[in-house]
């Protein structure tokens, strides 16, 4: 093997390794989007660098993903001690050739036994529980009266483990509120304060394809057992089960199971249980609701307010308070938009220190975000429909009709994709605007989000139609 050779395999193995660990769509597709972007790799040292052309970049990978990748590379077996560094190199520069054994040092004392080889995996289900971010604790969860009861629920399932009435917990709402933080910090507080109790975080995704996987290698028995044993399940984006029916009553009966001996189940979804009706069996929606089902919305100004003020003190810097008002009062749709706002302008002050943040200088930055936050607002479902059937030639009347000829459901999935994300409307609203039951707009949304990425020609055709709306391609893709 070259050391070129020996290098790019080393960098694809932690790259794969941290791709698999994501959880989301959105944080796939901007892993996808920047990774491109890391020019070079080197080992120097106990230092694995990655090359980026921009100050800015190397600023913004750093807090993106230097942490992430260096516990990937320790959780991969790759190497302990390492560290990841990206450096600014001149866009020109080639892959850098740096001899790489096939497994990184490890930075140990003379004591220590060199690492053993890794053991050859064996052909069976093994098991996908998530890590829970670091971050996603109660303590950094800011409440506000748009998610106080949720916070209330939540902290009495984490004291209570199995013993209170909320089982399952079914925390629903939009994009980026904070369902998953709040559903961690359950799963957090359970493992400080009972060591005993065993815990797995998995998405619905994941859990459906073990589930398959399982049914191919003939290790359903295995799968069941596995799942089944858990103190505590929590399960991020139940919305992906919808329409998968044969998977449905595998959910049913490990919920069931867990259910009948006091295990605590908790569930997050973008809709209420009574919005997935249609797309999932009703004994399935009965079981979310016999619990408790709360729901986390928009946060208010103050709450907006308060979460800048506790974002802005975790990263031990000093904002004054007019440009923490204007970003609460002009970045309204949701949490992680808010922490966008932040990241622009504390990148600001990182690269240019001698340069003091004005709310001039913030309004500067924020411009594209707070536009973006009005577009939101302005675009419709009919907007995106008429936009759509222009684009292919096709009539609101053709999109909106029942047949299902082929000529028709691509123009008619791709709308449904586009009113998803560039709308704030619920899918029940959706699909009104379509004549159609939300749980096909979510079928039709998730066909054009599986095939975006891997169809150049559509990709394209959908940034053409993103245009004509006043929106770039990167709205819909992350």
Request: proline share 4%; with cysteine.
């Amino acid at each position: 093997m070259s050391e070129t050779s020996n290098l790019t395999s080393v960098w694809q193995a932690i790259a794969s390794s941290y791709r698999m660990s994501l959880k989301t769509t959105e944080e796939i597709n901007r892993w996808e989007l920047h990774s491109p972007q890391f020019l070079t790799q080197s080992l120097v040292g106990s230092e694995f660098r990655i090359g980026v052309t921009t100050e800015m970049k190397r600023d913004w990978f750093t807090g993106l993903y230097a942490k992430a990748l260096e516990e990937t590379i320790r959780a991969a077996g790759l190497g302990d001690g390492i560290k990841v560094v990206f450096e600014v190199i001149k866009k020109e520069e080639t892959k850098k050739t740096v001899e790489v054994p096939p497994v990184l040092p490890v930075q140990t004392n003379s004591e220590k036994p060199a690492p053993k080889a890794p053991t050859p995996r064996r052909a069976r289900v093994l098991p996908s529980t998530l890590p829970l971010l670091e971050n996603y604790t109660f303590e950094n969860f800011v409440r506000g009266p748009s998610n106080s009861f949720a916070h209330a629920a939540a902290t009495a399932v984490a004291k209570g483990l199995g013993r209170t009435a909320y089982n399952p917990l079914f925390i629903w709402g939009g994009t980026g509120l904070g369902k998953t933080h709040l559903m961690e910090a359950i799963g957090h507080y359970v493992m400080k304060h009972n060591a005993e109790a065993s815990v797995c975080y998995i998405t619905s995704e994941t859990f459906l394809n073990e589930y398959v996987n399982a049914l191919a290698g003939a290790a359903l028995p295995a799968f069941r057992a596995r799942y089944r044993k858990y103190d505590l399940l929590l399960i991020d984006d139940v919305q992906f089960i919808v329409g998968k029916k044969s998977f449905q009553e595998e959910f049913f009966n490990t919920i069931s199971s867990l259910l009948m001996y006091n295990k605590q189940i908790v569930m997050t979804c973008d809709q209420a249980p009574k919005e997935l009706q249609g797309g999932l069996e009703d004994r399935l929606i009965s079981r979310f609701q016999q619990g408790m089902v709360v729901e986390i919305e928009s946060p208010s100004y103050e709450t907006r307010l308060a979460i800048l003020r506790s974002k802005m003190q975790a990263r031990h810097r000093l904002i004054q308070d007019d440009i923490l008002n204007y970003i609460a009062e002009n970045i309204r749709s949701h949490v992680r938009a808010i922490e966008g706002a932040l990241n622009r302008v504390t990148t600001f002050m990182d690269v240019n220190p001698d340069t003091p943040l004005t709310i001039e200088i913030s309004k500067y930055l924020l411009k594209d975000m707070i536009e973006e936050e009005v577009t939101i607002k302005s675009i419709t479902p009919e907007a995106v429909i008429n936009a759509v059937a222009e684009h292919y030639g096709v009539t609101v009347k053709d999109i909106k009709a029942p047949g299902r000829t082929q000529a028709l459901v691509q123009p008619r999935q791709v709308a449904m994709f586009l009113a998803c994300k560039l709308t704030t409307d619920s899918l029940p609203t959706i699909g009104k605007a379509f004549d159609r039951k939300h749980t096909t707009i979510f079928y039709g949304s998730q066909q054009i989000q599986k095939r975006i990425s891997v169809e150049a020609d559509l990709k394209q055709e959908i940034g053409q139609i993103v245009s004509k709306l006043g929106r770039q391609i990167s709205d819909v893709l992350e």
